[in-house]
């Protein structure tokens, strides 16, 4: 078991052999020696160590959970009180969110120390790491690679062992794709698994938040205590969530994995031998695979940058330099107000999205682009339906390359969003999706994903966990300076 994991780090608590404030110590010391990663936006060493001892406390007093004293961060979209909450954007630099998100709030209430806030794209928009408004996060396996985004600090601070757990959130692969990219175990749960409640929004019927580790074991930790009904959020799904255990206790002997073929044939040629290695592996543990298509996936990316940008487009309406957020300096009138302050505000990735949804919601476009974006979600909603009546859960590629070079895709939006082609579709049906490491290419990870029908969550972590317990992809580590093992 390795060191950094979240499970080590409670069985070492629970045995007495260190503390949460060295623990705690150790995780800040190892943010500031890695700050070149850009990682973190926000770090907050005062309120850490005292939420450290608050948490030694508890373990001597007997009251203590699995998370009870672990070090942790939280992307930087998600609500904290009194905390810096910027979403990446200028637009929200200076606020400090007044309350805690309800998944913050969970993790708090089990004792967990949150030790920063990650730096993401800004309003989770982008599938690098490279649209901050602070600067590009650095992949730690490659600092010359992006990581991933829009969970671009997510991934690359539990990659770079600064902590072994984090949240992150999902709107079209952006806690898959940087996992997927940092040899990470990220989980995306089914729509409405985990509150929205305190999460700043992108795109209300596609967001969803969730974990990253490097194993299936330490995420099913964390979505166990996050996951659940919320009742401040109107979209939370009903019933609560099993504990870690349960989670992946579903036996995988016998499951039928169905595997798309037209997936795996568009990927990069290096990513197709390790692809291959864990459909083997996957039959070794005594799964069943089963070939099928997904007619309508092909269709997903074109219907989600049409969605997704529409619900952008009225959710980002609220930052208009009146109530908060960035207010642009001696306005002339009101509509110079709002021209200067958004202008200002937001960077050039938010505003191509602001107005394409503003576009394809306009009098004229609404039913040419919006409408039927609805029709072909329906469809692929459909398709995956028909497909679960065939096979237990889905294998399929997370990326079609490895991390890309940064700066490589920034001049080409288009080619940016075809990244995200295999994680949107899970997106645009509300299916609990994952991605784990199946391999290296050249030194770089490789992601494999797993999708299960709604509210299956315990399925793929329980596949996955098997996978993890005949392999050793996510024991691997980068080096300090970068390069792979």
């Known amino acids: 078991m390795s060191p950094d994991t979240l499970k080590a780090m409670s069985a070492a608590l629970a045995a007495g052999e260190t503390t949460a404030v060295a623990l705690t110590e150790q995780a800040l010391a190892k943010a500031e020696a890695a700050r070149d990663l850009n990682a973190f936006l926000h770090l907050n060493p005062e309120n850490a160590l005292a939420a450290a001892r608050a948490a030694d406390t508890r373990r001597k007093a007997g009251t203590a959970t699995a998370l009870t004293g672990i070090p942790l961060a939280v992307k930087d979209i998600f609500c904290s009180e009194g905390d810096p909450t910027t979403a990446a954007s200028k637009m929200l630099a200076n606020w400090r969110a007044p309350y805690d998100a309800t998944a913050v709030a969970r993790l708090k209430a089990a004792g967990a120390v949150l030790i920063g806030k990650l730096n993401l794209d800004e309003f989770a928009m982008g599938a690098s790491g490279e649209n901050s408004a602070f600067g590009p996060t650095l992949n730690p396996w490659d600092r010359t690679r992006v990581p991933g985004g829009s969970s671009s600090g997510s991934a690359a601070a539990v990659a770079a062992s600064i902590v072994p757990g984090t949240l992150g959130t999902d709107t079209g692969g952006s806690i898959r794709q940087p996992a997927a990219f940092c ?40 979505f166990s205590l996050i996951g659940g009904h919320d009742p401040k959020d109107s979209t939370s799904a009903q019933g609560t969530v099993a504990d870690a255990a349960t989670l992946l206790a579903e036996p995988v002997a016998g499951l039928t994995l169905g595997v798309p073929e037209s997936f795996f044939e568009a990927v990069d040629g290096a990513l197709q031998g390790p692809l291959a290695d864990a459909k083997r592996q996957f039959q070794a543990l005594g799964v069943r695979l089963k070939a099928l298509e997904l007619p309508f996936a092909g269709d997903a990316v074109p219907a989600y940058y049409v969605l997704a940008p529409a619900e952008a487009s009225t959710n980002l309406s609220r930052y208009d330099g009146v109530r908060f957020g960035h207010r642009c300096e001696n306005p002339a009138d009101l509509n110079d107000l709002y021209r200067r302050s958004r202008g200002e505000g937001f960077g050039p990735e938010v ?6 949804g503003t576009y394809a919601l306009s009098v004229g476009y609404y039913d040419a682009y919006y409408r039927q974006a609805q029709r072909v979600r329906r469809c692929i909603f459909d398709s995956f339906t028909t497909a679960f009546q065939a096979v237990d859960a889905l294998f399929l590629p997370t990326t079609p390359t490895t991390a890309f070079r940064l700066g490589e895709k920034r001049d080409d939006p288009i080619a940016l969003y075809e990244e995200d082609r295999f994680t949107i579709p899970a997106n645009l049906a509300g299916l609990p ?38 392999t050793d992809y996510h024991q691997q580590r980068p080096s300090e300076q970068g390069a792979t093992p």
């Open 183 to 222: 040899g990470l175990t990220g989980l995306k749960p089914t729509y409405g698994r985990v509150s929205r409640w305190g999460m700043i929004a992108f795109a209300s019927s596609l967001d969803q938040g969730g974990a990253l580790a490097w194993t299936a074991e330490d995420v099913a930790e964390l």
């Open 351 to 356: 505003k191509r999205r602001i107005l394409t």
């Open 433 to 470: 999706a994952l991605s784990l490491p199946v391999g290296f290419s050249q030194g770089l990870p490789v992601g494999g994903q797993l999708l299960a029908p709604h509210f299956r969550e315990g399925r793929i972590l329980s596949l996955a966990h098997a996978f993890q317990q005949a």
